[in-house]
């Protein structure tokens, strides 16, 4: 289990203080993930879906970017 899981509603890094997912969580996702980019994807999908909701006045972009961009 990793130290870096999200805190909310805020959606920091409980490990590091970064916005989630972190660049440590990040590479741990992608390592988890491994051979299944589309997993990873739909993954990440529905925690952007919990974080639009808790952080609604952040851009809609930048929350994708945050959340989905990355894993492709």
């Known amino acids: ?38 997993s990873l994807t739909i993954h990440m999908r529905s925690w952007f879906a919990s974080a639009a909701e808790d952080l609604g006045t952040a851009p809609a972009g930048a929350l994708h970017a945050r959340f989905v961009g990355w894993t492709t």
Do not use: I, K
């Not at 805190?7 to 997912?21: A, H, V």
């Open 1 to 38: 289990m990793t130290s870096h899981g999200p805190t909310m509603p805020e959606w920091t890094c409980g490990g590091c203080g970064l916005p989630w997912p972190c660049p440590t969580r990040r590479r741990e996702l992608r390592a988890e993930f491994d051979g299944a980019p589309m």
